[in-house]
């Protein structure tokens, strides 16, 4: 099972699973950002879940730039 208490900064982890509702595979996806924000997410594959990591880092990211 997955703890995401004890991942660092910049560190994901990943673990596949069936679900009991769909019968189809699933993966849980943790990521704890280099600003120490949490991303979790379940999706259908690890690569969907690092696109949708890379959509939430680009969001944060443009929330937390200074204004020009």
Not at 48 to 65: E, P
Request: with cysteine.
């Amino acid at each position: 099972m997955l703890n995401p208490k004890y991942l660092t900064n910049g560190q994901e982890q990943y673990t596949a699973y069936i679900s009991n509702i769909s019968r189809n595979t699933e993966v849980q996806y943790d990521y704890r950002h280099t600003n120490g924000e949490l991303f979790s997410c379940v999706k259908p594959t690890l690569i969907d879940c690092r696109q949708a990591k890379d959509n939430w880092i680009n969001r944060v990211s443009k929330t937390t730039q200074p204004h020009k």
